[in-house]
T-cell receptor, first 119, second 115 residues
Framework: DGGITQSPKYLFRKEGQNVTLSCEQNLNHDAMYWYRQDPGQGLRLIYYSQIVNDFQKGDIAEGYSVSREKKESFPLTVTSAQKNPTAFYLC??????????????????FGPGTRLTVT | AQSVTQLGSHVSVSEGALVLLRCNYSSSVPPYLFWYVQYPNQGLQLLLKYTSAATLVKGINGFEAEFKKSETSFHLTKPSAHMSDAAEYFCAVTVRVGGTYKYIFGTGTRLKVLA
């Protein structure tokens, strides 16, 4: 079965530690995304990658870093600089990252999420 | 700037009653619109999408949505609610950025189905 896997499901860290969240997809999708979800705030975009070896900051990138060395993998590191890291993190992918003008947007496929708690 | 507003953070309906979840968007160009559903502690699952073909879009699980340009709306409906429809629902609109699209999500509507 094709899909997106995120591990672990629950993650606990002490304040001041960096932590890396895993995201893997076997859908052969070009684009991948990281979102943060907080109660009552919907999803906010952290980083996105249109193709391998390339990524862009989203709306709330401060305190986070990513890499895209392989098409199927897009790990997110939450650094100690992130002031309020406790949240539910969602990874998503989409079949195309580079879309010519006039072509429609594609739907996103989401992983099951990682709930990070920092104390 | 593109944005999306979901009126009502919580909606309750009786089992068998009509479900209506509201979504209004603002966009300076024809938008692409999506509805997703999220069950507790899970990721989002696509219900349906509007990509400028038919204005009435049918999705999974009996849901449908109608794109109304004059009202800048894309409300989600289902004729008869089922207990299994209890979840959180998100509307999303796209915004063109460089050579791709970003997705702007609403703050979500939590649907409760009463027996």
């Amino acid at each position: 079965d094709g899909g997106i896997t995120q591990s672990p499901k629950y993650l606990f860290r002490k304040e001041g530690q960096n932590v890396t969240l895993s995201c893997e997809q076997n859908l052969n999708h070009d684009a991948m995304y990281w979102y943060r979800q907080d109660p009552g705030q919907g999803l906010r975009l952290i980083y996105y990658s249109q193709i391998v070896n390339d990524f862009q900051k989203g709306d709330i990138a401060e305190g986070y870093s990513v890499s895209r060395e392989k098409k199927e993998s897009f790990p997110l590191t939450v650094t100690s600089a992130q002031k309020n890291p406790t949240a539910f993190y969602l990874c998503a992918s989409s079949i195309r990252g580079v879309i010519p003008p006039g072509q429609p947007a594609y739907e996103q496929y989401f992983g099951p999420g990682t709930r990070l708690t920092v104390t | 700037a593109q944005s999306v507003t979901q009126l009502g953070s919580h909606v309750s309906v009786s089992e068998g009653a009509l479900v209506l979840l509201r979504c209004n968007y603002s966009s300076s160009v024809p938008p692409y619109l999506f509805w997703y559903v999220q069950y507790p502690n899970q990721g989002l699952q696509l219900l349906l999408k509007y990509t400028s073909a038919a204005t009435l879009v049918k999705g999974i699980n009996g849901f449908e949505a109608e794109f109304k340009k004059s009202e800048t709306s894309f409300h989600l409906t289902k004729p008869s609610a089922h207990m299994s429809d209890a979840a959180e629902y998100f509307c999303a609109v796209t915004v063109r950025v460089g050579g791709t699209y970003k997705y702007i999500f609403g703050t979500g509507t939590r649907l409760k189905v009463l027996a």
